[in-house]
């Protein structure tokens, strides 16, 4: 499957984003999607993950309450809005797709396909 991210930008903190990822390739609904981001100089790590039908949902601890995983499959898209916005959000944001079952979804090993990233700043 293919995975293109769109929706980063430059905002300041305290404002809000929403990231898309429209997928292509396979059926959308077979994969658990998820969201990672990586700051320069630091290692991907785990947003947020959300299951087939959207019925489950997990996020990291630095971004519960103000992100929202969500996920339309009949547009193949799974959604990431971004509120409260602080500078430490500022990353590369890269959504991914894991044919696997459902478990913890936070490890990058985990998923089987990449987009290629939008990047989101955040400003003072």
């Known amino acids: 499957v293919q995975l293109q991210a769109s929706g980063g930008g430059l905002v300041q903190a305290g404002g809000s984003l929403r990231l898309s990822c429209t997928a292509s390739?396979?059926?959308?609904?077979?994969?658990?999607m998820g969201w990672f981001r990586q700051a320069p100089g630091k290692e991907r790590e785990f947003v947020a993950v959300?299951?087939?039908?959207?019925?489950?949902?997990d996020y990291a601890d630095s971004v519960k309450g103000r992100f929202t995983i969500s996920r339309d499959n009949a547009k193949n898209t799974v959604y990431l809005q971004m509120n409260s916005l602080k500078l430490e959000d500022t990353a590369v944001y890269y959504c991914?797709?894991?044919?696997?079952?459902w478990g913890r979804g936070r490890s990058p090993s985990e998923y089987d396909y990449w987009g290629q990233g939008t990047l989101v700043t955040v400003s003072s």
């Open positions: 959300i299951s087939w039908n959207g019925g489950s949902e």
């Open positions: 991914a797709a894991d044919s696997g079952s």
């Open positions: 390739g396979r059926t959308f609904s077979n994969y658990i």
